[in-house]
């Protein structure tokens, strides 16, 4: 695999084919299948947050080395509304549009690493790895 | 994307062909309703063994799928969540709650068939 | 890789004579030709140390004759990839019979020891160029011993790993004991990486087997906090998702105490007391009836 791989997020439709090439990445780079799908639903549930509330934005999806250790990251980035107040953000259950939420809790929970950096405004970068077992 | 919505008796069986974008769903859920209202169905069996991720978006259009049908008197089964998309869809608290659920097509069926006693 | 600019740190004034390459080439040479000799000094020092206690002398003297060549053929090549993948090799060979890091470590800075060693007999009479080959020779040196290192201690790692994922393979099986009814005995400590794979092996058995029902014995199981509780609910949760029944049996009262004080849900969870009862009432749920062999005549 060279280098990284950027997607668009300007429709629903992008955020198909952002999942998809996710699958892609984490298979080539040895993730079980079952982590590959954790990674897609991460990317599927990431990229919506993009067009429900920032309209556009773009997914980053690149290996990573750790420790003796190889992983996959995933970097939401928009210029969108952003958050006024993360903590709450990522607490189950919560939700500005009155629908099941932002998801980001969840998203802790499919991957290992997470990191939010938001400024309301300017917009939200959520950064997110898996680490292959 | 068509989802190919097929009429065996008294039963509905639209099945998930790929990967679906939220405008497909959407069209979807009208489509499933306006059917199961025309043919006066008894149950509608959505099968989703094709689908490899099941995120929230997908997850809550097939519990407003279930409800909505439910509110025209039949009853919906999800069939054919693959075994790692339901540690996902767990993992992100979508459980489907209230919903039927079925292995596959021919687990939803003998359920139906056991359920409103009807031979096809 | 070594860089050639780790190579060039030499003195300023040296620059005048010898490239660093040149005397790696000297350097090479030097042990080449001594090679029968420093070889032997290095195993009388191996077993003066008390290393690799686990090997035979015999062994001991095949792999350190092998080390030798592949040690000299690094600083000569300045290439790694072949010690790395010798390396490799000697730790899977070694780390089934107990062989320590400490070990694998001790015997390599045993080598770079003998080697300066005779590198200072050699050149006692001429400082400068025992200083210049020295500067060549260490940061080599001290490369290699660190490629082996390094590749002992991920072999081991990898072994560790390989270990622990047979052991969680073992503990969790998932046996069918009537058609379309799996059981599931858990047995010892639950950490979150054991439920995840307990639960997928669960998942990939009920759809295997066509399950439709599912009992998860606790019995065993030492202790119960919230994030294993959790944890057991995703399960139940996942396997309903596929279409089948989980019912819990074995769930001690103090368990079942705890988990309603730290507001673990437990209306999620189909429990009955023990395995027996679990298992009559999934063959309730499938249909079955039981019955004494009396009562059927």
Redesign the interface.
Known sequence: MVGEIRVAINS??D??SA??KG?VVANELGFS??DA??I??AI??LA?NIVSYARKGQITIKKVNGH?REGIAVIAADEGPGIADIRQALR?GFSTSG??GL?L???R??MDEFEITSQPGKGTTVAVKKWRQ | MEVPILKQGAFLIATFQA?????DLNQLRMGLVQQVVKFRSRAVIVDVTAM??????AS?TLREIAHMIRLRGAETVIVGI?P??A??MV????TLEGVATALDLEEGLAYLNEKFKVTN | MISKRDVASVPPESKRNEEPSELLRELVAHLRQNRTQLREEWVVRISETRLLTAMTKEEIFAEATSVYDSYVEALETEAFEALQAYARNLSERIIPRGVETHEVVGIVLLLRDVLARSLFAKYQNDFKKLNRILDAYEPAANRIANTVAVGFV?ER?RVIRQQQEAIRELSTPVLQVRERLLILPIIGVIDPQRARQLT?QLLRGIRTNRAKVVVIDITGVAAMDVTVANHLVQTVEASRLLGATVIVTGLSPEIAQTLVTIGVDLGKMNTVGDLQGGIEQAERLLGYKVATLAEQS
């Open positions: 629903d439709q955020i198909v999942r998809q699958r299948s079952g799908t954790l897609a639903t599927s549930e919506r003796n189950d629908s099941l998801g809790p969840g998203v929970r499919l | 990967a679906l974008s939220d405008a490899d991720v099941m995120d929230s978006f809550r693959q790692e998309v540690f996902a993992q992100l608290g979508l | 991920q790692e997928e």
